[in-house]
């Protein structure tokens, strides 16, 4: 378990490398081998998923590591990092930062609150994702030390975007004093750049790089467009 936070050096790049049990890329040290890429190719920051994938990062690569563990609880929306057990096994793992959600549903603030306070308590820092300017604002009060726009389109009361929600990450920047990181269906670098320039201190990109299935299909679609 850490000792103390480790915070990112600079703005910049964080890449998710995940693959869930259904997808090619899972298992073994796939992940581990991404994170290694990402971080020659400057990446200042790996966010990751399941114990596995943290503690194999956590021992490949000397930037900061984000952990979270998605888990489906029936009857329940919540499935990143939902509940104690999760954020216990990914300190367990060595994760500078967990990533929680933090969204205003099923009472998660009440919870999230707590667990803020056990990761902090562990040494750790805490990524709040959320979905909407509220939660974020929330999120900064209930002492989270980043919050993500990861789950912007995902609650059924954020905007159903295509793309990355540019003006979240822009309200965000200009009301909270916590680093506000952009994630979320952001595709190529002129889109991440464009984060940047709405306020956000660091740009997570993980489909993008990380699942070429999702590359491919973008890919084969495109071309569909023309082919008869």
């Given at each position: 378990?850490?000792?103390?936070?480790?915070?990112?050096?600079?703005?910049?790049?964080?890449?998710?490398c995940?693959a869930?049990?259904?997808?090619?890329?899972?298992?073994?040290?796939?992940?581990?081998?991404m994170?290694?890429?990402?971080?020659?190719?400057?990446?200042?920051?790996?966010?990751?998923?399941?114990?596995?994938?943290?503690?194999?990062?956590?021992?490949?690569?000397?930037?900061?590591?984000?952990?979270?563990?998605?888990?489906?609880?029936?009857?329940?929306?919540?499935?990143?990092?939902?509940?104690?057990?999760?954020?216990?096994?990914?300190?367990?793992?060595?994760?500078?930062?967990?990533?929680?959600?933090?969204?205003?549903?099923?009472?998660?603030?009440?919870?999230?609150?707590?667990?803020?306070?056990?990761?902090?308590?562990?040494g750790?820092?805490?990524?709040?994702?959320?979905?909407?300017?509220?939660?974020?604002?929330?999120a900064?009060?209930?002492?989270?030390?980043?919050?993500?726009?990861?789950?912007?389109?995902?609650?059924?009361?954020?905007?159903?975007l295509?793309?990355?929600?540019?003006?979240?990450?822009?309200?965000?920047?200009?009301?909270?004093?916590?680093?506000?990181?952009?994630?979320?269906?952001?595709?190529?670098?002129a889109?991440?750049?464009?984060?940047?320039?709405?306020?956000?201190?660091?740009?997570?990109?993980?489909?993008?790089?990380?699942?070429?299935?999702?590359?491919?299909?973008?890919?084969?679609?495109?071309?569909?467009?023309?082919i008869?």
């Amino acid at each position: 378990m850490n000792t103390h936070k480790r915070t990112f050096s600079q703005r910049g790049l964080i890449v998710s490398c995940q693959a869930l049990e259904h997808e090619p890329l899972h298992g073994g040290d796939t992940m581990r081998k991404m994170a290694i890429a990402a971080q020659m190719s400057g990446a200042i920051g790996i966010r990751t998923n399941g114990v596995h994938d943290i503690r194999s990062i956590k021992g490949a690569v000397d930037v900061p590591v984000v952990g979270l563990i998605k888990r489906d609880i029936p009857e329940s929306d919540i499935f990143i990092t939902p509940t104690l057990d999760e954020v216990k096994a990914i300190l367990d793992a060595g994760a500078d930062i967990v990533a929680l959600d933090v969204t205003d549903r099923e009472g998660r603030l009440d919870i999230a609150c707590e667990l803020i306070a056990y990761v902090h308590q562990a040494g750790a820092a805490v990524m709040a994702d959320v979905s909407t300017f509220e939660e974020g604002v929330a999120a900064e009060r209930l002492g989270a030390d980043y919050i993500g726009t990861t789950l912007s389109g995902y609650t059924p009361y954020s905007p159903q975007l295509e793309g990355p929600d540019f003006e979240l990450v822009r309200q965000l920047s200009e009301a909270v004093n916590i680093p506000v990181v952009a994630e979320g269906r952001i595709w190529t670098p002129a889109e991440a750049v464009k984060a940047l320039e709405a306020g956000a201190t660091y740009v997570v990109v993980g489909s993008a790089i990380t699942r070429p299935q999702l590359i491919t299909t973008r890919y084969v679609e495109a071309l569909r467009k023309l082919i008869p």
